[in-house]
């Protein structure tokens, strides 16, 4: 098939479109380059199958494609507070810009939405059943209700003009590509342990957080572009639950660091809990993770190593 990736140089986007073409598709990769990275796929570039496109999903575009992954979104607080307004464009109009597309050549799209449509959730773990409870004014806001809206495009594109939609909502990725100063916690952590510098934990170290290895990830995102009959929503993530102590404490083990753990106050609208509940992929998707959280951690701490040495 051929199929369109939108910010596919980013993280996650680099490891799909690596993915499809060692399925054999050609893939088009389209990215503005705002977070994501030549460095990302440059491994793709010599590929015949592989086509780079730089172009901002907030401006229309015509392809004839097969499939669309919609993953175009800055997707940690440091970017997306960076530009609010620019955040909240691409999440709405870059899904109203690929809906169009996806109904006038007949794609089926798929929306990379996210845990953060929870907001800081009063149900724990979080079903796909739980509406949230979301800040809309508060300065994580243009990710989460853009991505809430985004969903709703989805949905009314889907039952007014029948566009073949798959919904799916990633709770915490990482691994290797990760940007080093996105400000996410695994990048951070790891960073200032490799550096030995004190790994700052925010708030008392008490809320939890649930992260899934990209491989992980990737395979159930093309587990649900290729499901039939299955809109979604369904979550995407890992299950097992550490508290943000707990998973500062094993990077310290992991990378042998001399690094000691200090605490500042928690960010405005930080969840305290977030856990997928992951029942509906396991049913519809046959799907649950397999790469457990030392194997991964050590893989991406491998990866982040060698950044440094290249600075």
């Known amino acids: 098939m051929r ?24 893939v088009i990769c389209l990215d503005n380059f705002f977070t994501g990275s030549k460095d990302n796929i440059i491994h793709l570039m010599d590929n015949h199958r592989f086509e780079l496109v730089r172009h901002d999903i907030v401006e229309p575009i015509l392809l004839e494609v097969d ?55 009063q149900v724990h773990p979080q079903t796909e059943a739980y509406w949230g409870n979301v800040n809309p004014i508060g300065i994580r806001s243009c990710y989460d209700e853009g991505k809430r809206v ?50 700052t934990v925010y708030g008392d170290g008490s809320q939890t957080r649930s992260f899934c290895y990209v491989s992980d990830l990737v395979e159930g995102m093309c587990r649900m572009m290729e499901c039939d009959d299955f809109t979604g929503p369904v979550n995407l993530g890992n299950p097992v639950e550490n508290t943000i102590l707990e998973f500062a404490e094993k990077i310290i083990t992991i990378t042998g660091s001399k690094s000691k753990v200090i605490f ?48």
């Open 3 to 26: 199929i369109l990736v939108t910010g596919g140089a980013g993280f996650l986007g680099s490891h799909l479109c690596e993915r499809l073409l060692t399925e054999g598709h050609d």
């Open 150 to 199: 985004a969903e709703t495009l989805m949905m009314d594109y889907h039952r007014q003009n029948k566009v073949d939609i798959r919904l799916i909502r990633i709770f915490n990725t990482y691994g290797p590509r990760m940007a080093e100063h996105d400000g996410r916690v695994v990048s951070n952590f790891i960073l200032q342990a490799l550096r030995n510098e004190d790994i």
């Open 67 to 121: 499939r669309i992954y919609n993953l175009a979104c800055p997707a940690s607080p440091v970017h997306y507070q960076y530009n609010p307004v620019k955040t909240l464009k691409t999440s709405v109009m870059g899904a109203i810009n690929m809906l169009g597309m996806a109904k006038r050549v007949k794609a089926r799209i798929l929306q990379a939405s996210t845990s953060e449509v929870y907001g800081d959730p």
């Open 264 to 311: 500042s106050p928690l960010p405005q609208d930080d969840p305290k809990q977030r856990r997928p509940d992951i029942s509906l992929a396991g049913e519809r998707l046959g799907w649950k993770p397999q790469v457990e959280l030392d194997a991964g951690l050590a893989r991406t701490a491998e990866y982040f190593a060698g950044r440094i040495g290249k600075g």
